[in-house]
């Protein structure tokens, strides 16, 4: 009965209390609580980009890893179930997931999950032991799955996050002269684990197989090569008589090439000049060659004209292209040179200091007629003859600096063709007369230009780091030989007129420079010191065969070839 009545009293006292409030309009009572959910990742690999929550199986609601937790509200009071989603596969969640919480109205319930990541893959270590002889010095190839990597004859190296479970490794690039013991193997991979994969290879001294090698030549004709010639098989090399028999041993087994070569201008072999062949080894091969030789084009007993100092001081002479019947052209106690033939070899244009300073002047042939034509303060120098004789391009710096200049044949009708800052010198004509190639250091060195004959459109023909000087036009307007220094001391070179397909045709330890074709183009006249001192010498266009034309002690330089008449 005490027990009715206490209940009773509690409840009349709860309904006072609430009439009171109700009179009173105090705050209401929360109708609701809120779920705190925190997750805690640890372990490899742990999932990036977030999970997802969901209370009593309701919309998924997304919680950053980065902050770890995430607040939901308005949840009704009590029990609830609240699961956490988004788990990567390689992330299990410790514990009940989900989770039971008790919401109580006015207050926060937690739920915490803890989640712990494997390695999504393993590590594959992968093991060289290499013992014996000759082993193999730039190491091996080793495979797994689509990944490769090379390794040394006894090193190791490391392949990261490789799947768990078997994986095949096998090893490439094994020399000849060794042997593995297993080229391939299966190891199995454990996620956060390392398996290693162990390889031996055995090696031995490669035992070089070798054969013998029988050339032999044989040669006709006329005006047979005396030197010789020279055989080469891959790094073996020798010299051969032009009929004679060479053997060579060492030869290595397998495919080779012989090679025949220094054979002159004026012969050539019947078939090829290289031979295939095949050894097996210990056996020999013969291989033949047949080359037929032809007496040279005698050359025509043209002149050119040259500067020498033979007589006490620079002078003008001329010489037959065999060397005989010099003689002294200018004659004069000045300095002259630099001639340059007219078209018709009938006159020689050169420079002069007769007057007090460097002039152009012109003279016939035989000495006669002299003819001063530039008369100028300035230094004029370096005459060329337009392919039709009607004019001449000089140099002279009577503007300040060196320019290329034209005038009429009779030394009239002055213009300046390149009119520019730089140094220009040294014109040589194009035989159609349209072009003429001059030396410039507008680019900073020494290069040969191009322009047409009026001065106009200047094109770079050799764009070298070199210093090139000296062009000359070939006859038939198709090539220009130069000197240059660009292999490291001066030789004469010679391209294709639009400056392609520079080759070097000297090739000599002297200096070769001022180089000038004969009037048929199959030979070039140039000066050299090759001898111990200045020399002109001529050679055959291709650079074989080249003369002492003067050998005279005295200083003999920049030839010019003019037809005999």
């Known amino acids: 009965m005490k027990g009715v009545?206490?209940?009773?009293?509690?409840?009349?006292?709860?309904?006072?209390?609430?009439?009171?409030?109700?009179?009173?309009?105090g705050p209401l009572e929360p109708t609701t609580g809120t779920i705190r959910v925190t997750t805690v990742t640890s372990g490899a690999d742990p999932d990036t980009d977030g999970y997802t929550v969901s209370v009593d199986g309701g919309a998924a609601l997304a919680i950053d890893t980065t902050a770890g937790f995430l607040v939901i509200g308005t949840v009704d009071p009590g029990s609830h179930s609240v699961e956490l989603g988004g788990v990567a596969a390689n992330c299990s969640v410790d514990g009940s997931n989900p989770l039971s919480v008790s919401v109580v109205a006015g207050d926060t319930a937690?739920?915490?999950?803890?989640?712990?990541?494997?390695?999504?893959?393993?590590?594959?270590?992968?093991?060289?032991?290499?013992?014996?002889?000759?082993?193999?010095?730039?190491?091996?190839?080793?495979?797994?799955?689509?990944?490769?990597?090379?390794?040394?004859?006894?090193?190791?190296?490391?392949?990261?996050?490789?799947?768990?479970?078997?994986?095949?490794?096998?090893?490439?690039?094994?020399?000849?002269?060794?042997?593995?013991?297993?080229?391939?193997?299966?190891?199995?991979?454990?996620?956060?684990?390392?398996?290693?994969?162990?390889?031996?290879?055995?090696?031995?001294?490669?035992?070089t197989v070798t054969g013998t090698v029988i050339v032999a030549t044989t040669t006709t004709g006329d005006s047979l090569d005396t030197d010789g010639y020279s055989v080469t098989i891959g790094s073996l090399s020798d010299s051969i008589g032009?009929?004679?028999?060479?053997t060579i041993e060492g030869v290595p087994a397998g495919l080779?090439?012989?090679?025949?070569?220094?054979?002159?201008?004026?012969?050539?072999?019947?078939?090829?000049?290289?031979?295939?062949?095949?050894?097996?080894?210990?056996?020999?091969?013969?291989?033949?060659?047949?080359?037929?030789?032809?007496?040279?084009?005698?050359?025509?007993?043209d002149r050119i004209a040259f500067t020498s100092d033979r007589d006490g001081n620079d002078e003008v002479y001329i010489v037959q292209t065999d060397g005989s019947g010099a003689f002294n052209l200018s004659n004069d106690a000045a300095a002259d040179g630099q001639a340059a033939w007219s078209p018709d070899s009938t006159r020689v244009a050169f420079r002069s200091d007769r007057d007090g300073n460097g002039e152009i002047y012109v003279v016939n042939a035989d000495g006669t007629g002299l003819i001063n034509l530039t008369n100028d303060a300035g230094d004029d120098r370096q005459p060329a003859w337009s392919p039709d004789g009607t004019r001449i391009a000089f140099v002279t710096d009577r503007d300040g600096n060196d320019e290329v200049?034209?005038?009429?044949?009779?030394?009239?009708?002055?213009?300046?063709?390149?009119?520019?800052?730089?140094?220009?010198?040294?014109?040589?004509?194009?035989?159609?007369?349209?072009?003429?190639?001059?030396?410039?250091?507008?680019?900073?060195?020494?290069?040969?230009?191009a322009m047409d004959a009026d001065g106009q459109n200047p094109t770079n023909l050799t764009n070298d780091a070199g210093a090139d000087s000296a062009p000359a036009w070939s006859p038939d307007g198709t090539k220009i030989a130069f000197s240059t220094d660009r292999d490291g001391n001066a030789e004469v070179y010679v391209m294709d007129a639009d400056g392609q397909n520079a080759t070097n045709l000297t090739n000599n330890a002297g200096a070769d420079s001022a180089p000038s074709w004969s009037p048929d183009?199959?030979?070039?006249?140039?000066?050299?010191?090759r001898d111990g001192n200045a020399e002109i010498y001529w050679m055959n266009a291709d650079?074989?065969?080249?003369?002492?034309?003067?050998?005279?002690?005295?200083?003999?330089?920049d030839p010019s070839w003019g037809a005999q008449r």
Do not use: K
């Not at 206490?6 to 009439?19: D, H, K």
């Not at 032009?242 to 060479?246: A, G, H, P, Q, S």
């Open 256 to 301: 080779s090439l012989v090679q025949l070569g220094g054979v002159a201008a004026n012969c050539s072999v019947a078939a090829a000049d290289t031979v295939s062949i095949t050894l097996l080894g210990d056996d020999t091969a013969n291989v033949s060659y047949a080359v037929t030789c032809t007496a040279p084009a005698p050359v025509s007993p």
């Open 110 to 207: 937690l739920a915490a999950f803890s989640v712990t990541c494997t390695a999504l893959g393993g590590t594959v270590q992968v093991r060289t032991v290499t013992t014996g002889d000759s082993l193999d010095a730039d190491g091996y190839l080793v495979r797994l799955g689509g990944d490769s990597a090379t390794v040394g004859a006894n090193d190791s190296v490391t392949f990261a996050d490789v799947p768990a479970g078997d994986q095949a490794v096998t090893i490439e690039g094994i020399a000849p002269n060794c042997t593995a013991a297993a080229t391939s193997q299966t190891v199995s991979v454990s996620a956060g684990a390392t398996a290693t994969a162990d390889f031996s290879v055995a090696c031995v001294a490669p035992v």
């Open 5 to 25: 009545v206490m209940r009773w009293a509690l409840i009349l006292t709860a309904l006072t209390w609430g009439v009171g409030a109700c009179d009173d309009e």
């Open 242 to 246: 032009i009929n004679d028999t060479l």
């Open 405 to 449: 200049y034209l005038m009429n044949a009779d030394g009239s009708g002055l213009a300046n063709l390149t009119g520019d800052t730089a140094s220009d010198s040294a014109p040589a004509w194009s035989a159609d007369g349209t072009r003429i190639a001059f030396v410039t250091e507008r680019d900073g060195n020494a290069e040969v230009y």
């Open 521 to 529: 183009g199959l030979a070039i006249a140039f000066g050299s010191d």
């Open 543 to 557: 650079g074989t065969g080249a003369v002492n034309l003067t050998n005279d002690p005295a200083s003999d330089r």
